[in-house]
């Protein structure tokens, strides 16, 4: 799959800065400023993850840590200490409906429009394969920036 580049918190605090709706005085409120109220943000949740807190950001969704213990099924990895399989951590990400509609709804728009994929994650090779099988999408139907998979 086409490797999109990750939103840092210099890229959104130039995304905040530049809003229309930004009714700060740009001289007061500057893109740095943002960026360290933004790594503050983000230490703070990192903080707050590895102590088991769970993080609601508002009209996103939620992070929420967990705790596995193995049980010993069938499908245990390779063991990382002495024959031992410790317990582990990992972290469940969920989105919101409003999110989720609107991802969804953006995506079926674009294949209408002829673009397969969201604006900068376009389906995969397989993935457009399975969907001209299907039907979904017409078969001679290219993907624009897409991967080679």
Known sequence: MARVKALSAYKMAK???AREDNVYDKKVVSKKL???ILLM???ECRKALAEGE???????????PEVKVHIGNFNLPMCNK??????????????????S?????????????????LDKLPFS???MDI???SGYIPADAEIKNGDDE
């Not at 769970?54 to 929420?64: A, D, M, Q, T």
């Not at 024959?83 to 409003?98: A, F, H, V």
């Open 34 to 36: 943002i960026t360290d």
């Open 54 to 64: 769970r993080i609601e950001i508002s009209k996103v969704g939620s992070i929420i």
């Open 101 to 117: 509609d609107t991802m969804n709804r953006n995506l079926l728009r674009n294949i209408e429009n002829g673009i397969y994929g």
């Open 82 to 99: 002495d024959g031992e399989n410790p317990p582990y951590t990992k972290l469940k990400i969920t989105r919101n409906n409003l999110l």
């Open 125 to 127: 090779r397989q993935q």
């Open 41 to 43: 943000y983000m230490d």
């Open 15 to 17: 995304r905040i800065y």
């Open 131 to 133: 969907l001209k099988k």
